[in-house]
């Protein structure tokens, strides 16, 4: 008799990655909602975008690949990739800052590596990372919530929106509604407090309601997650905290220097990476404890890379470099097998 | 004993590339090959290194003891890397100054120490020559292949600034292939070089399988060895 040896996780359960994967898209629909009443119609049109380009370079390189076109579109997640990345850019993105954001997200990082569940990096977060990496310009330049503009929603009609983004349109008109996020005013404040930082920005002051909002749509988008148990606590959980511990250790000590706690939850990528990106369940650890120690280890560093790195937001290359380090983790924190009076850790032990 | 020009030759090119296939010189590949000058600049030097280097070490190969070889052969190299850098210094003093401490760092290129000891220590002073000749080929091809990918990508430019390697009469071989390109910081970046690398071996191992497919219809099995693949260095 042989025994065929699966990965963890050995559960049985009827469903498929199509069914999770449409589930994850509903549970973005409160963020995108979101993001699309305070920021305009970008971030939908975006998402239209880079899902057109994603199933199409996704058959592209099925088709290179000889690999059966139907079975491997109609599992969505080239869409759900593509959707993660198009939330993260900002809304007026010049077309072709996604569709290279899609193409290195889906051929290099997911199809190179050997497609869906061999991928060992977040196929979002790499393209993300290297677009802002390669076009500083047109990945810092986000759009100021609407009521900053001084006129109703939408900040931009929808003509005018997809104009800006396919290159109709000047630059110089959606400069005005473009504006630095929250996270940024704080990076970049010139030797002001937090205190005083607050005050002089508008975006701070005014508009930083626009941020909880869209955290607020992300975290119930991660709740609903949770309760059809497409992803565990483990990692949100962990990392939310951790962040929130360092940042109360910071500004319980400092309180002009660094930014609260709540700040650092409710702004930024948090909420967005702690449900929806850090779960995934390919490029993440696979234990339960496994999950705890990347959770931790990416709040940690975002932490650290928004405080003292050179970018404002460091969710991107803090999930990239724990990705790195989740074979590891998995090779420490197997759990203990029934029949065995201790887990199996490390490279000594029998496999 | 009769050597095999043709077989050293496709070797050096192809079969046994040495960017390519034995993947050594890795650090010079992905670290000046950010345009076309400074890979062709670099592949220009690192292959006369690569030919007098072959040629001293095959000229001296039955006076060199085995057991001290490799510091020999450090010396014999590191006064090529001497010399050469003192003729661009002399040369092409910009160029000089851009490809900085790259030239210096000849001396540590694994493929010129891997030649010495795989091939020039063992093979008569003809076929070593043209051993270290066509490996410097390769690797120049390679070079400057992945320089212009990297150009192209990275600036949507080609050829500029070759006035630093031919002088005043290539001031206008620039080509400007986009116009009004954003740019793709990513492809100068080493990380654009890992990626195109990367590439280029996939399209290699593409073009060898098919030439195996086509070998194997034509029903001719003709031997194929690559010379010995070593590793002296990272």
Excluded at chain 1, 119 to 144: D, H, K, Q
Excluded at chain 1, 316 to 327: D, G, I, K, R
Excluded at chain 2, 77 to 104: C, D, K, N, R, W
Excluded at chain 2, 202 to 215: C, Y
């Amino acid at each position: 008799m042989s025994l065929i040896r699966m990965s963890s996780p050995h559960v049985y359960k009827a469903n498929s990655t199509a069914n999770v994967m449409r589930l994850v898209l509903l549970a973005t629909l409160p963020g995108i909602t979101a993001l699309t009443v305070f920021f305009g119609w970008g971030t939908l049109i975006q998402i239209v975008w880079a899902a057109l380009l994603a199933v199409a370079f996704e058959a592209a390189i099925l088709k290179l690949r000889r690999r059966p076109l139907g079975f491997y579109l109609s599992d969505g997640s080239a869409i759900v990739t593509a959707l993660l990345l198009a939330v993260a850019i900002p809304p007026f993105a010049p077309w072709w800052v996604t569709a290279v954001g899609v193409f290195v997200a889906i051929v290099i990082a997911k199809h190179l590596y050997g497609g869906l569940g061999q991928n060992p990096f977040n196929p979002a977060m790499v393209a993300y990372a290297l677009l802002l990496i390669s076009f500083p310009v047109e990945m810092t330049r986000w759009t100021s919530p609407f009521v900053l503009n001084g006129e109703g929603w939408p900040v931009a009609s929808f003509m005018d929106t997809l104009g800006a983004i396919f290159g109709s349109v000047e630059h110089i008109w959606y400069d005005s509604f473009t504006g630095a996020t929250p996270l940024d005013e704080l990076r970049h404040r010139g030797g002001l407090t937090t205190e005083e930082t607050w005050r002089q920005s508008l975006v701070l002051s005014q508009g930083i309601g626009a941020w909880h909002a869209v955290s607020a749509a992300w975290f119930m988008g991660g709740i609903f997650l949770l309760y059809r148990k497409i992803i565990t606590w483990h990692a949100p959980i962990s990392m939310l905290l951790a962040l929130a511990v360092c940042a109360t250790l910071f500004y319980g000590f400092d309180p002009d220097s660094y930014a609260d706690p709540f700040f650092h939850l409710s702004t930024g990528a948090t909420m967005l990476a702690a449900f929806f990106i850090i779960t995934d369940p390919v490029s993440s650890a696979t234990s339960n404890r496994g999950r705890i120690i990347f959770g931790a280890s990416i709040g940690v560093l975002i932490f650290i890379i928004r405080t003292w790195g050179n970018y404002p937001d460091g969710v991107a290359f803090a999930v990239l470099l724990l990705n790195l380090a989740a074979p590891f983790i998995d090779l420490y924190s197997q759990p203990r097998s029934y029949g065995h009076s201790r887990a199996n850790k490390g490279r000594g032990g029998k496999a | 004993m009769s050597v095999d020009y043709r077989k050293i030759t496709l070797d050096g090119l192809w079969y046994n590339n040495p960017a390519l296939v034995q993947l050594l010189g890795l650090c010079p590949l992905l670290a000046v090959t950010a345009s076309v000058v400074n890979a062709l600049g670099l592949g220009i030097a690192s292959t006369l290194v690569l030919v007098s280097s072959n040629l001293t070490v095959s000229l001296f190969r039955k006076l060199v003891p085995e057991t001290v070889r490799l510091p020999i052969f450090v010396m014999i190299i590191a006064s090529f890397v001497t010399a050469i850098e003192l003729v661009m210094q002399a040369l092409t003093y910009e160029l000089y100054l851009i490809l900085g401490i790259f030239i210096p760092l000849i001396v540590t290129n694994c493929a010129i120490m891997g030649r010495a000891d795989a091939f020039a220590v063992k093979n008569p002073v003809r076929a070593s020559v043209l051993d270290g000749l066509m490996m410097g080929v390769g690797f120049s091809v390679v070079l400057v292949l992945l320089g212009g990918l990297r150009e192209v990508l990275g600036t949507g430019m080609l050829f500029s600034n070759m006035h630093l390697l031919f002088g005043e009469a290539a001031r206008n071989w620039e080509l400007t292939l986009f116009a009004d390109y954003p740019g793709f910081l990513f492809a100068i970046l080493p990380p654009g070089a890992f990626v195109g690398l990367g590439l280029m071996i996939a399209l290699k191992n593409v073009i060898d399988g098919r030439i195996e497919q086509r070998r194997k219809k034509e029903q001719k099995p003709v031997e194929l060895t690559g010379s010995k693949r070593v590793r002296v260095t990272g």
